[in-house]
């Protein structure tokens, strides 16, 4: 269990932790999909798409592939996968229309209000996310996040991603916390949880797509849990 006692900032990422990734995703597709007049079994590309995107932000995670390179391949392996003929020459459009609705969309993780308005009374909050800048702070803005939230601390502004530890101690030298007195909160193994706690940071891992079990680190299932804890 965490110690209590001795933390004063918990750090939240923000994709699949607190803001539904999967659900907005999936609405954002099936806007743009319509105003493009793609017709494609939107259940197929959905299921294919979520792992796809998970494997394309790890190579972007380690530097492997660029953010355009992120935005499109993701696309087009995707409708590789379900063997769908798609018009090479509208990737660009579907990923700019993509990155442009998807903060619109404010779904939650069930929870997520309730445990931040208890936890704001007891310690400073912040988010710290590999997501980009602009996009990322939309999507706070428009779920009603941002009145919990002291900084957001985005790879894109800092220069460097989780799991690496520079992105985590600048955040803590920013806001004037000590590791071991500092709470991170994810859903990534790698770059929440090893992160956070290769620097000396607590942990615990909110697992909202079925990592495998581990013991580096208390381990929920859901938000309310965490309630519980801290």
Known sequence: MPDNNQITDVFFDL???????????????????????????????????????????????????SQKELRHKRLIKTFQVIDFAFDPTKIDSISDQYILHLSTFSNLFEGAISLLEKLKVKYQLHVITNGFEVVQHNKINNSGLSSYFKNVFTSEKVGYKKPHPIIFEYALDQTNAVANNSMM??????????????????????????????????????????????
């Open 185 to 230: 909160i994810g859903d990534s193994l790698e770059a929440d949880i090893l992160g956070a706690l290769n620097i000396g940071m607590q942990a615990i891992h909110f697992n909202s797509h079925d990592e495998p079990i581990h013991d580096h680190c208390p381990m929920v299932q859901n938000l309310d849990e965490i309630n519980v804890m801290l």
């Open 15 to 65: 994709d699949h932790t607190l803001w539904d990734f999967e659900r907005n995703s999936a609405l954002t597709f099936e806007k743009i999909f319509g105003e493009l007049k793609i017709d494609l079994n939107l259940v197929d590309f959905l299921a294919a798409y979520e792992g796809i995107n998970h494997h394309y932000w790890k190579l972007y995670r380690e530097n492997k592939i």
